[in-house]
T-cell receptor, first 116, second 116 residues
Framework: AQKVTQAQTEISVVEKEDVTLDCVYETRDTTYYLFWYKQPPSGELVFLIR????DEQNEISGRYSWNFQKSTSSFNFTITASQVVDSAVYFC?????????????WGAGTKLIIKP | EAGVVQSPRYKIIEKKQPVAFWCNPI?????LYWYLQNLGQGPELLIR????????DSQLPKDRFSAERLKGVDSTLKIQPAELGDSAVYLC??????????????FGPGTRLTVL
């Protein structure tokens, strides 16, 4: 069963538009961690945010904001006033205890295209 | 502070040839990960080290893949012999903290392998 679902395969918007990337996860754990990473065309995965399951406060960092809702098992990511440099593949990931280890379960990624 | 370093960035080999990838983690990070990433997909864990011990190698195809982290710092991932299906990006990541798998992982730029 898929643990992390990023239903949007690709999103294309015009620069300066706001865009939200969805992430829905599935877990039986009460303690878990959620992450977002950005992978620009250069290929390097860049860490954006880490949240634990007990901290449901939304977070804002510049033009980026994250909405964590345990009730709907979602951890959505919004970019405000998008810029061309935001074009990348964005991955959501869940750290869960499985088979005697914590494992990072990755979504399939959402490709974001920002047009000038 | 330097990030995770990987070399080479690109490698093209003929099938059945051996290939090796090198990774130097962020200074002070005890946990090191090797991932494989196919085009359009999220990373897949191959092996995780805590210091020099491989604590999770359940996803490593041991018939042709091997890895080592002899002094608990840098690491080498080897494929021998390479097959066409091994063409992918090989990512190295490291994390500090407790090493229980919930720490933030920081990634290197990856090695793009093409097997002809």
């Amino acid at each position: 069963a898929q643990k992390v679902t990023q239903a949007q395969t690709e999103i294309s918007v015009v620069e300066k538009e706001d865009v939200t990337l969805d992430c829905v996860y599935e877990t039986r754990d009460t303690t878990y961690y959620l992450f977002w990473y950005k992978q620009p065309p250069s290929g390097e995965l860049v860490f954006l945010i880490r949240r634990n399951s007990f901290d449901e406060q939304n977070e804002i960092s510049g033009r980026y904001s994250w909405n964590f809702q345990k009730s709907t098992s979602s951890f959505n990511f919004t970019i405000t006033a998008s810029q061309v440099v935001d074009s990348a593949v964005y991955f959501c990931a869940l750290s869960e205890f499985m088979d005697s280890n914590y494992q990072l379960i990755w979504g399939a990624g959402t490709k974001l295209i920002i047009k000038p | 502070e330097a990030g995770v370093v990987q070399s080479p960035r690109y490698k093209i080999i003929e099938k059945k040839q051996p290939v090796a990838f090198w990774c130097n983690p962020i200074s002070g990070h005890n946990t090191l990960y090797w991932y494989l990433q196919n085009l359009g997909q999220g990373p897949e864990l191959l092996i995780r080290y805590e210091n020099e011990e491989a604590v999770d190698d359940s996803q490593l195809p041991k018939d042709r893949f091997s890895a080592e982290r002899l002094k608990g710092v840098d690491s080498t991932l080897k494929i021998q012999p390479a097959e066409l299906g091994d063409s992918a990006v090989y990512l190295c990541a490291s994390s500090g903290g407790t090493g229980i798998g919930t720490d933030t992982q920081y990634f290197g730029p990856g090695t793009r392998l093409t097997v002809l």
